[in-house]
């Protein structure tokens, strides 16, 4: 019996009902409820750690049976309340999650800077990949994707390094803890010091802890890599957009 019991609790949460992966403005996705990737690979939802009791909004594989979490939306902003909601804001064209009265609790994507007062034509949608991106429908646009904004877990399609003419800069984070997912002592980076130097680097807190060998074509110095890795190295001299 009890075998039982588990069995179908498991079996619920282990295949969402709903299969829906894109949330429109109006949209409510709330504690318990998920967004699904289109093939099923992955899976958005609000997840609690039981030692904190702190809530957070996370993607992990649909199928990782330890649930272990590939990119959180607020790291350093836990929430303690159940009663919370995801959802775009159609005035500030932004993913937010707010309570169900409707204060705004955590801010997810970036400003979008929206001065056109109500937008609708908004879609929230998380991809295959793992990515979450919020889409403007009306010109295609993808205007924030979870993707620049990694946490601790490197995954297909993401990138490290930084866009010299914005400034902008993706790096991988350690989580504090295992149990607490805010931003902890090890950071990975893709340095680049001209051309001839482009290493990966590892910093404690700041400090340097580890770095690569120099990057001589698909290859660090010193670290052995797989083909499929060296498959996966590329180095854009030109920003790309999207
Ligand atoms: C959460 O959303 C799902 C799907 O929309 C709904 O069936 C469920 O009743 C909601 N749960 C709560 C606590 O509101
Ligand atoms: C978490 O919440 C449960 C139920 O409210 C409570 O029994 C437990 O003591 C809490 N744990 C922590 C670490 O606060
Ligand atoms: C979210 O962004 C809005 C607009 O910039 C701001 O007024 C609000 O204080 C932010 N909320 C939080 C919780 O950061
Ligand atoms: C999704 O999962 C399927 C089956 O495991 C795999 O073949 C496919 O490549 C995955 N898609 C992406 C975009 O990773
Ligand atoms: C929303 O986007 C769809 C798809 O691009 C388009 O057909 C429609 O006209 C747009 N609606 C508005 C109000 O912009
Ligand atoms: C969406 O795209 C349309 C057409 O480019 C633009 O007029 C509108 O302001 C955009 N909306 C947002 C929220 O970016
Ligand atoms: C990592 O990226 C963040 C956000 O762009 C930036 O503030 C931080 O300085 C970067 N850290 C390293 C070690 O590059």
Request: proline share 0%; hydrophobic share 45%; glycine share 0%.
């Given at each position: 019996m009890i075998t039982l019991i588990i069995f179908i609790i498991l079996t619920i949460n282990y295949f969402p009902a709903t299969g829906v992966s894109t949330l429109k403005v109006g949209d409510q996705l709330n504690h318990t409820s998920r967004l699904v990737s289109p093939n099923n690979n992955f899976t958005l939802g609000f997840f609690t750690i039981p030692a904190t009791n702190s809530t957070y909004l996370g993607i992990w594989y649909t199928n990782d049976e330890q649930y272990r979490?590939?990119?959180?939306?607020?790291p350093s902003t836990p929430i303690t309340s159940s009663s919370t909601l995801l959802m775009i804001d159609p005035y500030l064209g932004r993913i937010i999650i707010a309570t169900t009265g409707g204060t705004v609790i955590v801010n997810i994507s970036d400003n979008n800077n929206n001065k056109f007062g109500q937008t609708t034509n908004l879609t929230a949608t998380l991809q295959d990949t793992g990515d979450f991106q919020l889409k403007n429908?009306?010109?295609?646009?993808?205007?924030?994707?979870s993707f620049d904004h990694p946490t601790n877990v490197f995954l297909p399609g993401m990138k490290l390094g930084s866009d010299l003419k914005t400034g902008r800069n993706w790096n991988l984070t350690s989580w504090l803890s295992d149990e607490v997912p805010d931003v902890g002592a090890f950071s990975l980076s893709w340095v680049s010091n001209g051309e001839n130097s482009q290493r990966l680097l590892v910093q404690q807190r700041g400090r340097l802890y580890w770095t690569s060998g120099d990057l001589r074509g698909h290859m660090f110095e010193f670290m052995i890599v797989n083909d499929l890795l060296q498959q996966c190295i590329h180095t854009f001299t030109e920003d790309e957009e999207n």
């Open positions: 979490r590939v990119w959180v939306a607020n429908e009306t010109d295609n646009r993808i205007i924030w994707r």
